[in-house]
């Protein structure tokens, strides 16, 4: 295999999938006010019951703690999360939740992006059966686990 063959294909990938994100991106700006990231925060924790510490959202979302606790503050701010001190008695540990507000951004994105979806040209099941198949195959052939960066 010619390893510039190889670089060229990842480059194509790194470019649809930055493409993808802009477009997302947009709508996510544009529906609810929110970047990708803060959508993907509200969503992990909706996914979690509801909460869940800054270190699990970090860890869940591959950022830094610092920078987490960047983005629940701006979040805390607008009245999307709320922060409190941990339910296990840990006075360290700081548990993040969703305001109805919160709750209310991730549904409204979640109508969002079945419009964004519907209007491609290619009908929306067939897009999203392709994005897990993408997805779950290049993960499976070059075992691939993202890092968690360095906080």
Same mark, same amino acid.
């Given at each position: 295999?010619?390893?510039?063959?190889?670089?060229?294909?990842?480059?194509?990938?790194?470019?649809?999938?930055?493409?993808?994100?802009?477009?997302?991106?947009?709508h996510?700006?544009h529906?609810?006010?929110?970047?990708?990231?803060?959508?993907?925060v509200?969503r992990h924790?909706?996914?979690?019951?509801?909460g869940?510490t800054?270190?699990?959202l970090a860890?869940g979302?591959?950022r830094a703690?610092?920078?987490?606790?960047?983005?629940?503050?701006t979040?805390e701010?607008r009245?999307?999360?709320m922060?409190?001190r941990?339910? +296990? !008695?840990?006075?360290r540990e700081?548990?993040? *939740?969703?305001?109805s507000?919160?709750?209310?951004?991730v =549904? #409204?994105? +979640? !109508?969002?992006?079945?419009e964004?979806?519907? *209007?491609?040209?290619?009908?929306?099941e067939?897009?999203? =059966? #392709?994005?897990k198949?993408?997805?779950?195959?290049?993960?499976?052939?070059?075992?691939?686990?993202?890092n968690?960066p360095?906080t």
């Open positions: 295999m010619e390893s510039t063959s190889f670089v060229e294909q990842v480059s194509g990938i790194l470019d649809l999938a930055h493409t993808l994100r802009q477009v997302v991106s947009y996510a700006r529906c609810v006010g929110l970047t990708i990231d803060q959508v993907l509200l924790l909706e996914q979690a019951g509801g869940d800054v270190s699990g860890n979302r591959l703690n610092h920078t987490m606790t960047a983005m629940v503050r979040l701010k009245g999307i999360v922060r409190s941990g339910p +296990r !008695g840990d006075q700081v548990w993040v *939740s969703l305001t507000t919160g709750q209310e951004k =549904e #409204s994105f +979640r !109508g969002c992006v079945a964004m979806v519907a *209007s491609f040209p290619t009908p929306p067939v897009i999203m =059966e #392709s994005l198949r993408i997805t779950e195959d290049l993960s499976g052939l070059l075992s691939l686990q993202p968690r360095e």
